[in-house]
């Protein structure tokens, strides 16, 4: 069975690969300084020029970008190469208001389905698999992401998206699908009704690929056991390029980084310094092969730590592990990235009280989402229509910012408990 996309980058010697990222570095470098006006700003500003920058030794040199920056730019101000040169865009959420927009030209597409194939390869993908992905297709990366990858590989695609979970199963079993990619979330629900509608025996899977959320080992444990598969985790975020930034191997301990595409760091969420390698810290990366959002030195908020050495499938390539959480506030709700503040400015836009709280649970592998929040003195003495229709009002701006429904609670004022020190404002009742 082929275990390598491509050994000759998979299993290169680690000198190899500083060798090429060094290259690719001084190249970007030296392209967005020249092309990107908001580029060029920002490295003056640090005092630091495309000369300052011979090697990925000088990387730390460079200034971040935070989502913040995409913010400030957006929709066009980081884009690298000619608009007519880009093919697709994909979307993410922002912190507030604006969505963050990521650019791809063809070349950047072909480079992130080698990405993805590396990562079904790894868990087993030939040209014989039926490769099943549920994750959403759209402006979420996980569904083309992933789909572009398969086809690389010439695996059988189904293109199903999320949800229909009934269909899904059916094709599953009717179509013989040996490879699931979805949110671990949704795995755990369609393992659940795979059993209520007593088809385990009808099912063919032999893998799955799950990430774009957090889950632990038990969890993977349990869709080993439940789906009779080797679950594989991939990471990855739509600012970089989607899913298949990084990739688990056969060892199941932590997941490969692509590093001929994106340089991984560690930093000092606090204050900035890079950390060395075993050192718990927030991600950072620097794409260097992208053309149109090759965005250098992007703080990812993700908590992780990397580490080198010999794999015992034959890779190279430096290892991050699963996520440990963020150095923001930013929750995943069913795959959807939700940040606490853009639900603070619909509630702030609709006239209501800063008092509030996020409730978030699981409930039959299920996410929900709670939004309590005081009415205002003057809106308690609003007749029961009205405070009806402010609620429907509000739930329905909720679903704009956020894409993901939400059940709204209106409470009476003063009713939600406050706080001596930092404001509880979010409520984590999951458990993974
Ligand atoms: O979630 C891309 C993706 C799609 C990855 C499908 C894997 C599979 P975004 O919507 O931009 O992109 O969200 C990115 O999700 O910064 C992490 O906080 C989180 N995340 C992604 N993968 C994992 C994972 C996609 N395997 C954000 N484990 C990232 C934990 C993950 N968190």
């Known amino acids: 069975?082929?275990?390598?996309?491509?050994?000759?980058?998979?299993?290169?010697?680690?000198?190899?690969?500083?060798?090429?990222?060094?290259?690719?570095?001084?190249?970007?470098?030296?392209?967005?300084?020249?092309?990107?006006?908001?580029?060029?700003?920002?490295?003056?500003?640090?005092?630091?020029?495309?000369?300052?920058?011979?090697?990925?030794?000088?990387?730390?040199?460079?200034?971040?970008?935070?989502?913040?920056?995409?913010?400030?730019?957006?929709?066009?101000?980081?884009?690298?190469?000619?608009?007519?040169?880009?093919?697709?865009?994909?979307?993410?959420?922002?912190?507030?208001?604006?969505?963050?927009?990521?650019?791809?030209?063809?070349?950047?597409?072909?480079?992130?389905?080698?990405?993805?194939?590396?990562?079904?390869?790894?868990?087993?993908?030939?040209?014989?698999?039926?490769?099943?992905?549920?994750?959403?297709?759209?402006?979420?990366?996980?569904?083309?992401?992933?789909?572009?990858?398969?086809?690389?590989?010439?695996?059988?695609?189904?293109?199903?998206?999320?949800?229909?979970?009934e269909r899904q199963i059916q094709f599953m079993c009717d179509l013989g699908s040996t490879i699931l990619c979805c949110t671990p979330s949704y795995a755990e629900y369609l393992a659940e009704t795979i059993?209520?509608?007593?088809?385990?025996?009808?099912?063919?899977?032999?893998?799955?690929i799950f990430g774009a959320e957090a889950w632990s080992e038990e969890m993977r444990g349990r869709l080993q056991e439940k789906l009779g598969i080797q679950a594989y985790d991939i990471y990855g975020l739509t600012e970089i390029i989607g899913p298949g930034v990084s990739f688990e191997c056969s060892e199941q301990a932590g997941m490969h980084v692509n590093e001929d595409h994106f340089i991984p760091e560690i930093i000092n969420p606090e204050t900035g310094e890079v950390l060395p390698d075993g050192e718990k810290g927030e991600l950072v990366f620097t794409c260097i092969s992208k053309d149109a959002f090759p965005l250098l030195r992007y703080r990812t908020r993700d908590i992780c730590v990397l580490t080198r050495g010999e794999c015992g499938c034959g890779r190279t390539l430096v290892k991050m592990a699963k996520p440990m959480g963020r150095s923001d506030d930013m929750l995943i709700i069913?795959?959807?990235?939700?940040?606490?503040?853009?639900?603070?400015?619909?509630?702030?836009?609709?006239?209501?009280?800063?008092?509030?709280?996020?409730?978030?649970?699981?409930?039959?592998?299920?996410?929900?989402?709670?939004?309590?929040?005081?009415?205002?003195?003057?809106?308690?003495?609003?007749t029961v229509k009205q405070i009806e229709a402010r609620e429907r009002d509000l739930r329905e701006k909720l679903k704009n910012m956020l894409g993901i429904s939400a059940k709204v609670t209106l409470k009476a004022p003063k009713s939600i408990a406050r706080s001596e020190g930092k404001a509880v404002r979010i409520i984590d009742k999951r458990k993974i």
């Open 334 to 382: 069913r795959g959807v990235n939700v940040f606490p503040s853009q639900i603070e400015t619909v509630l702030i836009g609709c006239g209501f009280s800063g008092n509030y709280q996020i409730v978030v649970d699981r409930v039959h592998h299920t996410d929900t989402l709670e939004v309590l929040v005081e009415l205002n003195p003057e809106m308690f003495t609003d």
């Open 195 to 208: 059993e209520e509608m007593g088809l385990r025996d009808e099912i063919k899977l032999k893998a799955g």
């Open 1 to 165: 069975m082929r275990q390598y996309f491509q050994p000759e980058i998979e299993c290169a010697a680690p000198e190899e690969i500083i060798k090429l990222q060094s290259e690719r570095l001084v190249d970007t470098v030296r392209r967005v300084y020249d092309t990107v006006p908001y580029y060029r700003k920002k490295m003056d500003e640090k005092g630091v020029t495309p000369d300052d920058i011979k090697s990925r030794e000088d990387l730390h040199k460079l200034p971040f970008l935070t989502k913040d920056d995409l913010r400030e730019a957006y929709p066009y101000g980081l884009l690298a190469a000619p608009l007519a040169d880009c093919v697709r865009i994909h979307s993410t959420s922002g912190t507030t208001g604006k969505r963050v927009v990521a650019f791809y030209t063809q070349h950047d597409i072909d480079l992130w389905d080698d990405c993805c194939a590396r990562a079904l390869v790894a868990a087993g993908a030939t040209t014989e698999d039926v490769v099943h992905v549920a994750y959403g297709y759209g402006l979420f990366t996980g569904g083309m992401g992933i789909n572009g990858g398969a086809h690389r590989v010439g695996c059988l695609t189904l293109p199903m998206s999320s949800g229909n979970t």
